[in-house]
């Protein structure tokens, strides 16, 4: 059963990586045209 431990290793590596990590997704904010007339920038 050496394949079974390999399997349940890798899925408790991921199961660790997220509970002690942290993803961040990079984007970018756009706001609209009157939003920023509001907020006093043009």
Excluded: C, P, W, Y
């Excluded at 394949?3 to 984007?27: N, P, V």
């Excluded at 970018?28 to 007339?37: A, H, P, T, W």
């Amino acid at each position: 059963m050496r394949r079974d431990q390999e399997i349940f290793d890798l899925i408790e590596m991921e199961h660790q990586r997220q509970l002690k990590g942290m993803e961040l997704i990079a984007s970018e904010n756009f706001v609209s045209d009157e939003v920023m007339q509001a907020m006093g920038h043009t």
